[in-house]
């Protein structure tokens, strides 16, 4: 058995049983080994990106890591903004970085690189293979790095030889930890808060945002007045009818700001303070209060919903029912233009149940959120780093995770071309995902932050960089092109009749939006 064979076992032992992968000459090994160990699935992706964002959609909905198969450094680095993405999330990943052979290194072929450099930015742990011997307790390393909470990226980089060379076997990986529990004395300190009523508010992330964890957030609310609030972009969310209905700090400065306001206490469950996406000429980059002082309830590696329960108790608030979503869809649009407002309307009339909504729309869907608050229960997955085209790829994670749910991708037309190579792995692994591209041909969040940053008297060329319409993108051809079927829409019972069929159809189905 060689250092690769041992390494699969040790993976598939571990619990890393699905890989996304985009392998080179040095993985080959990898590669092979996969036919002669049982219970590794290896989903094929077109582009790096893909891969790890798949990684990280994967992650989110199956609460344990997949594996990456990348090659050599420019496979990392292509790799490398969903890697990002995937850290913000505080997902875990097992990036398994093909290298050349050891002795083949100080001959500095073309793709030789310093991986560990390119990887140490985007990576918790990072280790290269010395032996074939040795290879597989680096895996089982590996996996007990990116298994620990809230949830780590570990990045492994596989030397050709380590892997044709002699193996050990597999190693045994031990079981992974609980969480630990918050300590009693930050409880009664935030209960002691809750006396100030809505000028505390708890802001809740991570694992905190699981239905369980809300509803003993909106008990403590509901008892003692405070305010509950989610920062502007989440891993996961469970929510829905049913389910307790969150907020979440707005992207505009101007409106974060407002809704912090007179806000004495914020209270960090799992979350850390709010600031401005970026900086802006006279604007602040923090956005609460000059007077509001901030207390963690909860670190993001910490049993959440446990310390909310806990608070819910120091507080009386155990018997206190939850304020819960009622069952409530906006009415269905007929025969209207194509607007944010009538799209967000379509959606929320038509979300199936059980759904899982990967939201990259960027400028479209920022009502969305309100208007499926009464959908039925579904969960919410955002882009979390910023580097845009994660969309698709983490649909792709999503759907391979939960094969018997729906997968809905909210995508704008402008961060679907990053990666849109996903819609091929997509066809390939016949994944149950319906795209749908808000088409409108721009860039637009960047022209309104063309006016943020105070850039004066835009012209041609600034307006050229932002526009996608010269020439028009063609999604349903670009779709089909990659085996996805699809169709074109411009009004709102087009749309309607398209979403009803897509959440029909079996597999994958993209549907183009013309806004």
Not at 251 to 271: I, S, T
Request: hydrophobic share 45%; net charge negative.
């Amino acid at each position: 058995m060689n250092g690769a064979e041992s390494l699969v076992r040790t993976l598939v032992d571990g619990g890393v049983d699905v890989t996304f992968a985009n392998p080179g000459t040095s993985e080959m090994h990898f590669v092979a080994a996969l036919d002669r160990v049982d219970g590794m699935r290896c989903v094929l992706c077109l582009f790096e990106g893909v891969a790890t964002g798949a990684a990280d959609g994967y992650a989110r909905m199956a609460d344990k890591p997949a594996a990456t198969l990348l090659h050599l450094g420019p496979g990392f680095g292509n790799a490398l903004a969903n890697v990002h993405n995937a850290k913000k999330a505080n997902q875990p990943m097992i990036n398994v970085v093909g290298d050349h052979a050891i002795y083949h290194k100080r001959f500095d072929s073309p793709l030789t690189s310093d991986i560990e450099t390119i990887a140490k930015p985007v990576s918790h742990w990072v280790r290269t293979g010395a032996s074939s011997l040795t290879v597989a307790a680096d895996g089982r390393d590996a996996i007990i790095e990116a298994r620990r909470y809230p949830g780590k990226i570990a990045t492994l980089i596989l030397p050709a030889d380590t892997a044709w060379g002699e193996g050990s076997g597999p190693i045994a990986v031990p079981p992974q930890r609980a969480r630990s529990k918050v300590d009693q004395a930050a409880v009664r300190d935030t209960a002691d808060l809750l006396a100030h009523g809505p000028a505390t508010m708890l802001l809740i992330a991570d694992v905190g945002l699981r239905a369980n964890a809300l509803a003993w957030a909106s008990r403590i609310a509901q008892k003692t007045g405070c305010r509950v609030m989610a920062p502007g972009a989440n891993a996961r969310v469970e929510r829905g009818a049913g389910r307790v209905s969150i907020g979440r700090i707005p992207y505009p400065v101007e409106q974060a700001l407002q809704v912090l306001q007179g806000v004495k206490h914020l209270v960090l469950v799992g979350a850390s303070p709010p600031v401005a996406f970026f900086a802006y000429p006279g604007k602040p980059s923090v956005t609460t209060p000059p007077d509001c002082q901030i207390h963690t309830l909860a670190e993001p590696h910490e049993d959440l919903a446990d310390a909310l329960e806990r608070l819910a108790d120091a507080a009386g608030a155990t018997t206190t029912k939850p304020l819960l979503a009622a069952h409530k869809l906006p009415a269905l649009p007929a025969d209207q233009k194509l607007t944010p407002e009538t799209i967000g309307a379509v959606v929320g009339a038509l979300l199936p149940e059980g759904a899982i909504i990967v939201d990259e729309s960027v400028t479209t869907g920022r009502n969305f959120f309100a208007t499926t608050e009464g959908a039925p229960p579904h969960d919410w997955l955002q882009l979390t780093g910023g580097a845009i085209g994660e969309g698709m790829p983490l649909a792709v994670g999503a759907a391979v995770a939960c094969p018997d749910r729906k997968v809905i991708n909210l995508e704008a037309d402008g961060s679907g071309m990053y990666t849109l190579q996903a819609l091929w792995t997509e066809a390939r692994e016949k994944l149950n995902v319906l795209t749908i591209i808000w088409a409108n041909r721009a860039y637009r969040i960047l022209r309104g932050e063309l006016a943020n940053v105070g850039a004066e008297n835009p012209g041609r060329k600034a307006h050229d960089m932002l526009s996608l319409d010269d020439p028009a993108l063609d999604w349903v051809s670009l779709a089909r092109g990659m085996g996805v079927d699809g169709v074109r829409v411009t009004t709102t019972d087009a749309f309607a009749k398209a979403m009803k069929a897509g959440i029909a159809h079996t597999g994958p189905f993209l549907i183009e939006v013309v806004i």
